[in-house]
């Protein structure tokens, strides 16, 4: 099983620790993890030029293209996002916005999503924030669910983390990695009928 992680913090903190716990677990099943640094990335938002609803892909020639590779062959998609005003990072939004050419490929296109995928993938969500409130992870939910809808990966599994507020409070708190490195193990064996979304 081939699996993409998108990190979209801006900084190496509490998401990241918690994707690579995740990544433990799913290698020790045999799976094969990647993951991209959205900040790393050189890219910009979508545009809105709608070039894609003519041909389905993106004409912006930037960092995007290689995510967009990898995401194209993928059986599961991993975006792992702080909360950040109630709702995904800048980083991970502009991502999302980018995804604009799978939209076109689907609903306008009315064509296959992903070709070169075998079949329907699965999505996880991990986040964290600082205070303990459910709605924070209600809008990741619904804005990562909806994009991972639209790449054709069915959303399984949401891990959300509050009380983390230093970048290194995932690192220290074993009980949070225990359950990303499980629900990469799970990930990994197929067991997708125990995740919960
Ligand atoms: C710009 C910004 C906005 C944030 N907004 C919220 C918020 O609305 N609610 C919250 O509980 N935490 C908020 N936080 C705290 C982060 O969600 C929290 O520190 C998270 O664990 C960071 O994950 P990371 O280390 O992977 O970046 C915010 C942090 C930043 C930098």
Known sequence: MRILGILGSPRIGNTEALFEAFADG???HGASVESVRLKDVRFVPCKACEACFKTG???VEDGFKQIAAAIDEVDALVIATPIHFGGPSALATAFFSRCQQ????????KRSVRPKASGRGIG????????DN??????????AG????TLDFEPRALLWIPD???????MHNPEALKKAFELGAKVAQRRWDELKW
């Open 57 to 59: 892909d993106c004409v």
């Open 146 to 149: 909806y994009v991972l809808n």
């Open 124 to 131: 996880i969500v991990i986040t964290t924030s600082a205070l």
């Open 102 to 109: 799978y939209y076109a490929r689907k609903y306008v296109l």
């Open 134 to 143: 459910p709605d924070f992870t209600e809008c990741v939910k619904r804005i």
């Open 26 to 28: 799913a290698h020790a």
């Open 164 to 170: 983390m507020d230093a970048p290194d409070d995932a």
